[in-house]
C-alpha cells in the first residue's frame, strides 16, 4: 500500500511546488513592468520649455555596446571555406529527428555532436509583437545526419551565450541559413553579442545564381525537395506571425520550427552544384564573401540606432495625408504636432519595450495631432469619441503627450516660416502644382513598370538533344537541370548550356506533314530578349496571344508546355496590345451573347465598398485644401453609395454610427469608418469569371477551337505589325500536342484511366 501512496503524494507536492513557482514568477513580471511604468512616468513629466529631444533614447535592453559578448577573438581577415564537402542525400522531414532542448545539461549533452560536424543548418525565431527591438526565442540547429535541435532561447539565454558563441564564430564550421543578412545575424548580435562567421546564405546564392531574383525558403523547398515538404504558404505565414515567446509551444510550432532548418544543408549542396554545372564556383565563392563582410565587420544597427525621427515621422504622416500644402497654416501645424508626439511614442515605447503600434497607432496621433488635447481628461474625451482603444501604459504618460502637444503649439510660430521655406525649396514636395501631379503620375508609372517587368531574362537558349544528337529544342536553364536532377538527361555543354536526354522523346521517328516540320524551326530557334513588336530591350513582360481568361479553360492538349502563343512586348506596347484584346473580347461577348463583366452579386458589392473607401480616402487625406462646396458634394456623394445598397451595407455599420446614415451629417468618425471599411470575402468560385469557360465550352462543343486559336493569331497580327517575331512563328502553328511518358499530364491521364 506504502508503494502505492507514497509516489502519488510526491507527485502531488511536485504539481504544487510547480504552480506555486509559476504563480511567483508571473506575479515578480508583473511587479518588474508596474515598477519600470511607475519609474518612466516620473521621468516623462519634464518642464514645458524643453525641446522635443528632452527624452533621450535610452538603450535600455538588448544594446549592442553593452551586450554580454563572448570573446573568440574573431579575425575579421581571416579567410573561410564556404564549400560543402559532406554528402548530404535527401531526407525527408520526421518528427521523431528533433529533440526540445530546455535545460542546461541538455545543451551540453549535444555540444559534442555538434563540434564534430563543419556544417551546421541554423534558423531563429524571434518574437517582435509585443516588443521594441524583439528578442530570440528558438535556435534551431540542423547536422548533416539530420539531427535537428530547437534551443529555448528563454529558458537558456545565459547558457546560449556560454555555450554556443563558439560555434557561431568559429571559422570552421560554415553555418547555412537563409536570408540572414539583415535579421538573423542581427538578432544573434542583439541578444548574445555573437559575431556569427563563415556563413552561407541560401537566398543570397539563389538570386547570385538566378541574376537577383529573391526567392522564399518555401521556394526552395518546392524546387529541390521534390514537393516533398508539407507546409503551406499559408500555414508558413501563420507560423510566422505566430507568438513564439508563449511556453510551451504547440506540437505544430516544434515541427514547423523544426522544418525551417532540417533541409538548410542540403538545399545549400543543391545550390553549390548549380554553381558548379555552370562553372560558376568563383562567384559562390564571392557572394559568400560578401554576406561574411556584413556579418564580420558591419555593426548592425537595431531599431534605436536606425530611428532617425526627420525621416520615420514623415513616411508615418503621409500614409495618413496624402501630400504638402505649404500654403495652409493649420496643416502645416498638424504635422509640426505630429512630429513630436511621434518621437516621444518612439522613446516610450522603447524604454518599456513594447512595440509601438500596441502603445498607439498612428491614426491616432494623427487624431490627437488634429484635436490638439491640452488635457488628461480632453484627451480620453477625444479617444472615447473616436472610439479607439488604448493600454494601461499609455493611458499612464497620457499627460506627457498633452504637454508635448502645448510644447509643439508654442514653438509652431517661430518654426512655420522654416517649414514653408523647406517646402518651398524641394518644389517637388508640394501638391498644388500640375508639374508635381505629372511628376507623381510618372512616379506610378515607373512603380508599375518596375513591378510587372520581367526581373531576369526569359530566353536563356540552354539547348535539348535527343539521345542521337538531334537537337530537340531550346529551353531554359531551371528546366534543363530538371531533367539532370531526375536523371533523364546527361549535361554536354556549359556554354551554351547543353543536355543530352537519356530516353527517346515522344513522337520521334514517325513522319510529319510539312507544317509541322516548319513549327520545328520556331523551338529550336534562339529567342531574344526584346519587345517583338518595337524591338525594345527594357521592361519587356509576357503577353499572352489568347487571353488567360480563355487559355485556363482550354484541354491541356492545347494549352500546356506551349511557348508559341506567348511573346514578349514592352511595356507601352503591352498596353497596346491589351486595349485591342478587350475590343475583340467585346465583340465575342456579343457575337455569342456571354456577357463579358462578371454580375456576382459578391464581386459587385466589393466594386461598390472600394468606391466608398475612394470617396472616404479623399475626405480623409485632401480635407485641407478642399473648398467647402467640393467637401459638401463628396459628403454627400458618401452618403448616396450608402443609401445605394443600403440592405447589404447597413448591417455592418456599428450601432453608434448608423445615426449618420439618417440625419446624413457626416464626421470624422463615420469618414473613418468608410476609409477602412474592408471587402466581403470572396470564395474561389466567385473569384472566378465565367465568361470565358462558358465560350471555351461553348466553341469545344461546336468543335472550332483551331478556329477561335488562330483568330486571336491574326487579330494580334493585324493589329500590332510586330517586327521582330522570332523565326518560326506561324498563325498556322500545330494546335494540338501529345505528352511523353514522363509528363505529368500523361501521368493524370492513366489515372483518370484507372479511375475509371
Request: with cysteine; net charge neutral.
Amino acid at each position: 500500500m506504502l508503494y502505492i501512496v507514497f509516489p502519488s503524494i510526491l507527485i502531488i507536492l511536485l504539481f504544487i511546488y510547480r504552480l506555486q513557482k509559476r504563480r511567483v514568477s508571473k506575479e515578480i513580471q508583473s511587479q518588474i513592468r508596474s515598477d519600470k511604468v511607475n519609474r518612466l512616468s516620473s521621468q516623462l513629466h519634464f518642464p514645458a520649455k524643453q525641446n522635443e529631444h528632452s527624452i533621450k533614447i535610452q538603450q535600455i535592453k538588448y544594446n549592442i555596446e553593452n551586450a554580454c559578448v563572448v570573446n573568440y577573438n574573431t579575425n575579421k581577415d581571416q579567410e573561410f571555406n564556404y564549400k560543402i564537402t559532406e554528402k548530404v542525400p535527401f531526407k525527408e522531414f520526421n518528427a521523431r529527428l528533433y529533440q526540445y532542448i530546455d535545460s542546461a545539461d541538455k545543451l551540453q549533452e549535444i555540444l559534442q555532436n555538434l563540434y564534430r560536424y563543419n556544417v551546421l543548418g541554423i534558423d531563429l525565431e524571434n518574437h517582435h509583437l509585443n516588443s521594441y527591438n524583439g528578442f530570440l526565442c528558438l535556435i534551431q540547429i540542423t547536422t548533416p545526419n539530420y539531427e535537428t535541435y530547437l534551443i529555448d532561447c528563454l529558458k537558456l539565454r545565459e547558457d546560449v551565450k556560454t555555450y554556443l558563441g563558439a560555434i557561431f564564430e568559429s571559422s570552421n564550421t560554415l553555418k547555412v541559413f537563409h536570408g540572414c543578412v539583415n535579421s538573423d545575424i542581427a538578432w544573434l548580435q542583439r541578444d548574445f553579442g555573437f559575431a556569427t562567421v563563415n556563413v552561407f546564405d541560401t537566398q543570397e546564392a539563389y538570386k547570385k545564381l538566378f541574376k537577383g531574383q529573391r526567392v522564399s525558403l518555401l521556394h526552395l523547398w518546392q524546387t529541390y525537395c521534390k514537393d516533398r515538404v508539407k507546409i503551406t504558404k499559408d500555414q508558413k505565414n501563420q507560423f510566422q506571425q505566430a507568438d513564439w515567446s508563449a511556453r510551451p509551444l504547440t506540437k505544430e510550432m516544434l515541427d514547423y520550427a523544426a522544418h525551417d532548418s532540417h533541409y538548410l544543408i542540403y538545399i545549400a549542396l543543391r545550390l553549390q552544384q548549380n554553381f558548379e554545372n555552370q562553372n560558376k564556383l568563383q562567384e559562390l565563392d564571392e557572394v559568400c564573401k560578401e554576406v561574411n563582410e556584413k556579418t564580420v565587420n558591419a555593426k548592425y544597427a537595431l531599431r534605436q540606432d536606425q530611428f532617425k525621427p526627420d525621416e520615420t515621422y514623415k513616411v508615418q504622416f503621409r500614409k495618413i495625408v496624402d501630400g504638402f500644402d505649404p500654403n495652409n497654416e493649420e496643416f502645416l501645424k498638424i504635422e509640426f504636432i505630429f512630429k513630436g508626439i511621434y518621437n516621444l511614442r518612439e522613446n516610450i515605447a522603447e524604454q518599456v519595450d513594447k512595440n509601438p503600434d500596441e502603445l498607439c497607432d498612428i491614426s491616432t496621433l494623427y487624431l490627437l495631432s488634429t484635436k490638439k488635447p491640452l488635457s488628461y481628461i480632453e484627451t480620453r474625451k477625444v479617444l472615447d469619441e473616436a472610439g479607439k482603444q488604448t493600454n494601461s501604459i499609455f493611458r499612464q504618460v497620457i499627460e506627457n503627450f498633452c504637454i508635448e502637444i502645448q510644447q509643439r503649439l508654442d514653438d509652431f510660430p517661430k518654426n512655420m516660416d522654416a517649414m514653408i521655406q523647406h517646402y518651398k525649396s524641394q518644389p517637388n514636395q508640394g501638391l498644388n502644382s500640375q508639374q508635381e501631379r505629372l511628376r507623381l503620375k510618372e512616379e506610378r508609372k515607373k512603380k508599375i513598370i518596375k513591378h510587372y517587368s520581367c526581373k531576369k531574362v526569359v530566353y536563356e537558349n540552354c539547348k535539348m538533344f535527343s539521345p542521337d544528337g538531334e537537337l530537340l529544342s531550346n529551353c531554359d536553364f531551371k528546366k534543363a537541370q530538371w531533367y539532370i536532377e531526375r536523371e533523364l538527361a546527361d549535361q554536354i555543354s556549359s556554354d551554351p548550356f547543353t543536355i543530352k536526354l537519356r530516353f527517346e522523346p515522344n513522337g520521334r521517328g514517325q513522319p510529319k506533314p510539312l507544317e509541322e516540320l516548319y513549327d520545328d524551326n520556331f523551338y529550336v530557334t534562339d529567342r531574344e530578349n526584346k519587345c517583338v513588336n518595337c524591338g525594345s530591350e527594357k521592361d519587356y513582360s509576357r503577353f499572352h496571344v489568347i487571353p488567360t481568361l480563355y487559355r485556363q479553360s482550354f484541354p491541356d492538349e492545347l494549352k500546356s508546355h506551349r511557348s508559341h502563343d506567348v511573346v514578349l512586348l514592352c511595356f507601352t506596347c503591352h498596353e497596346k496590345a491589351s486595349r485591342e484584346q478587350d475590343n475583340l473580347k467585346k465583340q465575342l461577348a456579343e457575337k455569342y451573347n456571354i456577357p463579358l463583366n462578371d454580375h456576382n452579386p459578391n464581386k459587385l458589392i466589393n466594386l461598390h465598398i472600394q468606391q466608398i473607401n475612394r470617396v472616404a480616402s479623399t475626405l480623409k487625406k485632401a480635407s485641407f485644401r478642399l473648398p467647402d462646396e467640393k467637401r459638401a458634394t463628396l459628403q454627400k456623394n458618401l452618403i448616396e453609395l450608402f443609401l445605394e445598397k443600403k440592405e447589404q451595407l447597413l448591417p455592418l455599420i456599428p450601432d453608434d454610427l448608423k445615426g449618420v446614415i439618417e440625419t446624413e451629417e457626416i464626421n470624422n468618425e463615420f469618414i473613418m469608418f468608410c476609409y477602412n471599411l474592408p471587402p466581403t470575402r470572396l470564395s474561389n468560385k466567385d473569384k472566378q469569371n465565367p465568361h470565358g469557360k462558358i465560350l471555351v465550352d461553348k466553341i469545344l462543343g461546336e468543335d472550332r477551337m483551331s478556329d477561335f486559336i488562330k483568330l486571336w493569331r491574326t487579330h494580334f497580327i493585324k493589329t500590332m505589325e510586330p517586327k521582330f517575331l522570332p523565326w518560326g512563328w506561324s498563325v498556322d502553328h500545330t494546335i494540338e500536342r501529345s505528352f511523353g511518358v514522363f509528363s505529368k499530364f500523361a501521368r493524370k491521364e492513366d489515372e483518370q484511366e484507372n479511375h475509371k
